[in-house]
């Protein structure tokens, strides 16, 4: 009369054991969820993407993220609007679609002296110019010269390069095109005047609201 007893033995085992797997499951679910991500997380999640470009790595901009407000902000200098424009990308990707992005890059072209003003350079900007209209004299001076002051104009959010054109000859600088105050007309008369090797500059700005 033994078999009664082994048979309830076994099925008290065979419960114990199913119940025991079940905590065990449910433990190791628990324990595999993953962690909620923290502001220094999504902070080095965007720094390791714009350090991996080569254009931003050198600018070593700012990041300040804060994941209770989705909120990222991004600070520190680039030297064209393109690679601004290029840290903002970088930095919504592969984080919540919802995440708001404060930009507060500023851009400020890298000062090219006269002696590292290659002919090659004097080439390209001569093709950028006649591209936006601008006319350039022969000499490899007034390319710089132009260089340099469309760089200071695209820094300068007053004043619309793509508005403005830029003849640059033997040293005599006509800016042409139109701008929406007369502070915007003033400031780009000061930054062509204030760049090395001007001679003069013919202020031909259009005044137009709106």
């Known amino acids: 009369m033994r078999t009664p007893t082994i048979l309830i033995t ?18 190791t679910t628990a324990a595999s969820a993953p962690p909620a991500m923290t502001d220094t997380d999504l902070q080095h999640s965007i720094q390791s993407r714009l350090n991996a470009d080569p254009d931003l790595s050198v600018a070593k901009l700012d990041v300040d993220a804060d994941v209770k407000n989705n909120t990222v902000t991004l600070k520190g200098t680039v030297p064209t609007e393109t690679a601004r424009l290029r840290a903002v990308e970088l930095a919504k990707a592969g984080v919540p679609a919802n995440l708001a992005i404060t930009d507060k890059i500023d851009v400020k072209p890298a000062e090219i002296s006269r002696s590292e003003f290659t002919d090659e350079m004097a080439r390209d900007a001569r093709e950028k110019a006649k591209t936006a209209g601008d006319k350039l004299g022969t000499s490899i ?34 800016l042409r095109g139109e701008v929406k105050t007369a502070t915007a007309k003033d400031e780009a008369d000061r930054s062509a005047m204030d760049t090395e090797g001007v001679k003069r500059v013919r202020n031909l700005l259009k005044i137009t609201a709106g």
């Open 141 to 174: 001076n007034d390319a710089w010269i132009h260089t340099k002051i469309t760089s200071k104009l695209i820094s300068d959010r007053d004043t619309p390069v793509r508005k403005i054109n830029i003849d640059v000859v033997d040293g005599v600088v006509t």
């Open 10 to 27: 076994l099925t008290f085992l065979i419960l114990f054991g199913f119940l025991a797997g079940c905590s065990q499951t449910g433990s």
